[in-house]
């Protein structure tokens, strides 16, 4: 992890880990001729006690006269916009932060003070949230994070040696108390989940799921290194916007070497990760379907016809329009290139249970003339047929799977303030044809092909 001469940052917390590891360090730089840099963030979520460690830290750094470079950063309004735990928001900043400001000062390793306790507890809090091979590598002993690296020389010790280890050098570090909320999942593994395991399954379970990364790492290298040879080999990408591989060889693949090229895929598109959810939902439909298109994380299209795989980002610009429709007269809409009929039917259809979605039948009296057609927007509620009650269109959309590329696309056809129709998709419960139905009104939707991956 050290080389002499090497420019060295530590992430330090005031805590026990962070303040024996920046001790250690300061003890071997000499030695070593290393040049370190302390980086502190202060989430500013404890009020005086985050301010306090903060202080402490300051006082450290003058202490061993090394430089100090502190953030204060807002998780609370990052957690809000992006909807994200807390837990999660605070990570990002903070691995952010240290990569840019390690860029900036010209260090290239970063260490923080991880231990065995924390490995086991990732190990588990993943498990028990649902992961692949992938997450239960858990935290990695050394890492490449852009043009740095991250580096965790304590992640095979665990925290109760360190702690006797800070006693017996009589090293002062501060205590969160936050580390013993029962809010956060990982404080509840640790101080609930573990002590049970440990008690009434195995003494030494930290160390056996501690151990479970490294158990891990041939079989996964493999795996990658087999995935990396068929995406040089398959992978075309067109432009920086689309990635395409050839069907028929991805098809041939296993589904563990699909995976992986999809994700590689996605990260290059828009450093994006695969979860499972839209994975498994992939790979469903690849096996059930020959042509459809799926939405993906960071506003990424999969769509896959008879010769490709293909990943793309969605559009950019967002579509506008809206027309008036009426009775007998076609509505040509450029912005979709699309036609819309709206005829009167001379008699009752003999069948109006149909698979054929680019039409309805509706009863003609509960139409107001002239129609509207517009494209989606902001708060829009559609009352699907055989619903007893409105829902968000947007929700309806998802559970239909409507890539997101096309919502903006689909003519929507309003009788008055309702919506009677969403084209190519389905109609309004309270504009179907009944018993008592006298006039019949047929929509048909013609031209662009959005409606053929949804069929």
Not at 42 to 59: C, I, M, P, T, Y
């Amino acid at each position: 992890m050290l080389e002499k001469g090497d420019t060295v940052f530590i992430a330090a917390s005031g805590g026990c880990d962070s303040t024996t590891l920046l001790h250690l360090l300061t003890e071997i730089a000499p030695a070593w001729k290393l040049k370190l840099g302390i980086l502190h963030v202060n989430h500013k979520l404890r009020g005086k006690a985050s301010n306090q460690d903060e202080a402490f830290v300051r006082n450290l750094a003058r202490r061993f006269k090394i430089p100090v470079f502190v953030a204060r950063l807002p998780v609370e309004k990052k957690m809000k916009e992006e909807k994200i735990s807390l837990e999660e928001a605070a990570r990002e900043e903070r691995y952010h932060f240290f990569e840019k400001t390690a860029e900036a000062k010209g260090a290239r390793k970063i260490f923080l003070a991880h231990t065995q306790d924390d490995q086991a507890e990732t190990v588990l809090m993943r498990i028990i949230n649902g992961t692949g091979l992938q997450g239960l590598q858990a935290i990695r002993p050394k890492r490449k994070l852009n043009n740095v690296y991250i580096m965790r020389p304590f992640i095979e010790i665990s925290r109760n040696e360190i702690r006797r280890f800070a006693q017996v050098n009589s090293i002062r570090f501060r205590e969160d108390k936050s580390n013993w909320s029962l809010q956060f999942l990982r404080n509840r593994i640790r101080l609930k989940l573990l002590p049970f395991l440990e008690h009434s399954f195995n003494p030494q379970v930290k160390k056996a799921l501690a151990r479970l990364p490294h158990l891990l790492d041939v079989d996964l290298a493999f795996l990658e290194e087999t995935a990396d040879i068929f995406y040089k080999r398959l992978a075309k990408q067109r432009n920086e916007d689309e990635v395409a591989f050839p069907k028929r060889s991805f098809l041939q693949l296993r589904p563990s070497i699909q995976y992986r090229l999809i994700g590689r895929a996605l990260r290059t598109l828009a450093e994006a990760e695969l979860d499972f959810e839209h994975w498994n939902t992939f790979l469903e439909r690849l096996t059930m379907e020959r042509h459809f298109q799926l939405q993906l994380p960071k506003g990424i299209l999969a769509a896959v016809s008879s010769e490709v795989v293909c990943l793309k980002r969605s559009r950019k610009h967002r579509i506008s329009f809206s027309y008036p429709l009426f009775l007998g007269k076609p509505l040509y809409i450029p912005e979709i290139d699309a036609t819309l009929f709206c005829e009167l039917l001379s008699k009752k259809p003999r069948v109006l249970r149909k698979t054929d979605r680019r039409f309805d039948i509706f009863d003609g009296t509960k139409l107001s003339f002239p129609l509207l057609v517009r494209n989606r927007k902001a708060g829009d509620r559609f009352q699907p047929l055989g619903q007893s009650k409105p829902v968000k269109l947007k929700g309806f959309l998802i559970s239909r799977h409507i890539p997101f590329d096309d919502r903006d696309c689909l003519p929507l056809v309003v009788s008055g303030d309702r919506l009677a129709w969403v084209g190519g998709i389905g109609m309004g419960e309270i504009f179907k044809v009944t018993n008592r139905t006298k006039q019949f009104i047929r929509i048909l939707l013609r031209g662009r092909d959005i409606s053929r991956p949804l069929i």
